[in-house]
């Protein structure tokens, strides 16, 4: 069964940085756009991220515009977010998901 596995997260002060990843299973994935997407504590899942299939194009929410960056390495079927300057308010549950299939999940707390 295909799935994205990933890593990464966890609890952090404001203005520090966290990267997140996100490995795909089979080598498919890799001729795909894979997306980054957050769950803030009881609120809907929305938009961060999203990257084309050859890495060449990215997309960001207004809220991560500057701060986020999403990158992709091919040779390990492997997608990042990288979170600068983190605030309060990127607090979340963040999942990556491609072609439907949904990563497991990485909560990111942002507390002073």
């Known amino acids: 069964q295909v799935h994205l596995v990933q890593s990464g997260g966890g609890v952090v002060t404001p203005g520090a940085s966290l990267r997140l990843s996100c490995e795909a299973s089979?080598?498919?994935?890799?001729?795909?756009?894979i997306g980054w997407f957050r769950r803030p504590p009881n609120e809907e899942r929305e938009f961060v991220a999203a990257?084309?299939?050859?890495?060449?194009?990215?997309k960001y929410s207004d809220s991560v515009e500057g701060r986020f960056t999403i990158s992709r390495d091919h040779a390990k079927n492997t997608v990042y977010l990288q979170m600068n300057n983190l605030e309060p308010e990127d607090t979340a549950v963040y999942y990556c998901?491609?072609?439907?299939?949904w990563g497991q999940g990485t909560q990111v707390t942002v507390s002073s």
């Open positions: 998901n491609s072609l439907g299939v």
């Open positions: 089979e080598r498919t994935f890799s001729s795909y756009a």
């Open positions: 990257i084309s299939d050859n890495g060449a194009s990215a």
